[in-house]
């Protein structure tokens, strides 16, 4: 789900404009000064609000609060690419130690390493990726 462009003054100020509803009025909703809600506007736009009060002014607005976390690609794929960059970390090393030592081992041993190791780590436990 494609969520709309925060607003450059906020949504608080958006939708209290929208709604032709003065800073005092909603300030009265929220039992709070007119100074209090302009606050809350900046830090809305500063990006400093809380969620739990954002949720509170999201009420006083007769709104719903959406909060989400969205990944800009699939989990699994974000899996893969963090399983291959480990796997890539702990291969080249041992790779490049062997080839100093006249021991060089071709390219596609090295790759199909890291692709067996990538494999491990993806099915093994998550965590061990983020160490």
């Known amino acids: 789900a494609v969520l709309p462009t925060r ?5 608080i100020h958006a939708i209290r404009e929208a709604l032709g509803m003065t800073s005092v009025a ?3 909703r929220l039992d709070m000064t007119d100074a209090g809600l302009r606050h809350l506007e900046k ?3 500063d990006e400093a609000i809380t969620l739990a009060t954002l949720r509170k002014v999201a009420t006083a607005l007769d709104c ?17 690419e963090r399983a291959e960059q480990v796997a890539r970390e702990r291969v080249l090393p041992v790779a490049h130690s062997m080839a100093l030592e006249d021991q060089g081992v071709y390219h596609a041993v090295t790759d199909k390493q890291i692709q067996q190791l990538a494999k491990a780590l993806r ?3 998550r965590r061990e990726l983020w160490r």
Do not use: F, H, T, V
């Not at 607003?7 to 949504?11: A, H």
């Open 7 to 11: 607003p450059s003054n906020g949504w």
């Open 26 to 28: 909603l300030a009265k």
């Open 43 to 45: 830090a809305e736009r």
């Open 64 to 80: 719903e609060l959406k909060y989400a976390l969205i990944p800009r690609q699939p989990l699994e794929d974000m899996l893969s």
């Open 123 to 125: 099915e093994g436990s």
